[in-house]
């Protein structure tokens, strides 16, 4: 998700340079690959161990990131929208707006169908909020950018529905998200802030407003070539006023994305520094989410003729690529030390219980040492 949304970062950028396509081309096609590649090894997980999928979906961790793959999914279609379409085909405009109505469904049905899992199998207390909560409702978040850029890509007869579906899913992503929020922020202000090794995961509230704010202001800004002449009355009319209408309320979002990046930041000055700050894979959410905020900046930029944002836009790029490359650095350094992908040391920790069950035993004398084993890396017999 983090590596197709700086790719999509890239694509948005105003202030252009020769081989800034290019770049974004690479993080597309790399994209491709780490897609592929995730793919096979968590198939390969569970044709090995087939219990390993229902309990992936019960578990109250890993159930929040099964929609990770649809949003993966929606991210490379809307790379495909941006860095293909034009540039191939034909063939690619019919394919890539067949594919959006399916992506589209399949989007819906997931953030429905994995919130009553979790309704249904777990007990979520106030106290343990984050926001990865919101994190089912993202695949509906990236539908209202894919058909701003779809629409200025396609015919206006095609382009006329996709504008609809858009602002249909995307409102109904924005609001779940929008009261998931409202909880967290209640939760701050009974709990106080998470752990530090979950403090990443806040910047996951920075991404609802800002995917909406670019959706919106790309949407509303197609209008005057996809809307028909008749369309709400007079289209000299309607289409300025969507275009107006689009463009304050996508920056009143912006703004809303804005306050959530610097409360989040802010969340981590107290836990930044050596040895304070344990690797974990939420460390993504450093890039993913404020991708949003990014394309939104430029998003808005655009609309409003603010060159100073364009600046500001331009310096949060060159910080998200660093961040990137930062954080990949980081999880191939984790992968090394044993810090991820290893029993008990990532989302199968023992907090959902079902590991934990497959560790130990009633019978089982030594499982308080074989549990220890896993969480220090020691040998449950000798100790060493």
Known sequence: MATGGVANVLYTVSLRFPGLFAIGCIFFIFNLCLFLINCCMIITRFVLHPGCLRASLVHPTESLFVPAIIVSVGLILLNISQYGLLNVGHWLNTTVMIIFWIYA????????GIYLEIWSTQTFT???????????????????????????????????????????????????????????????????????????????????????????????????????????????????????????AGIWLWGLSLWFFFVSVGAHWSCVGPGKLDFTLTWYSFVFPNTALITATFAVAE??????????????????????FFVFAMMIRA??????????????????????????SPSDNNGVRRRQADEEAIDPETGN
């Open 335 to 360: 992968i090394y030390l044993r810090q991820i992908l290893w029993p008990q040391k990532g989302d199968d920790r023992d907090e959902g219980g079902w590991k934990g069950q497959d560790i130990l």
């Open 105 to 112: 469904g399949i989007a819906l049905l997931f953030s429905v």
């Open 126 to 248: 106030i106290n343990e909020m984050t926001p990865i909560w919101i994190f089912p409702a993202y695949p509906l978040l990236v539908i209202g950018p894919h058909a701003g850029t779809l629409a200025t890509k396609l015919s206006s007869q095609r382009a006329l529905s996709i504008l609809i579906g858009g602002w249909t899913l995307q409102g109904i992503g924005f609001m779940v998200s929008l009261t998931i929020n409202a909880a967290f922020i209640y939760r701050l202000m009974t709990q106080k802030l998470p752990r530090g090794n979950l403090r990443p995961g806040m910047f996951v509230s920075v991404g609802p407003a800002g995917f909406t704010a670019t959706g919106i202001i790309s949407m509303s800004s197609a209008a005057g070539r996809t809307l028909p002449e008749n369309f709400l009355g007079d289209l000299s009319v309607t289409a300025p006023i969507l275009h107006v209408v689009g463009s304050f």
């Open 303 to 324: 609309a409003f003729d603010a060159y100073g944002l364009e600046i500001v836009g331009c310096i949060f790029t060159i910080a998200l690529v660093i961040a990137w």
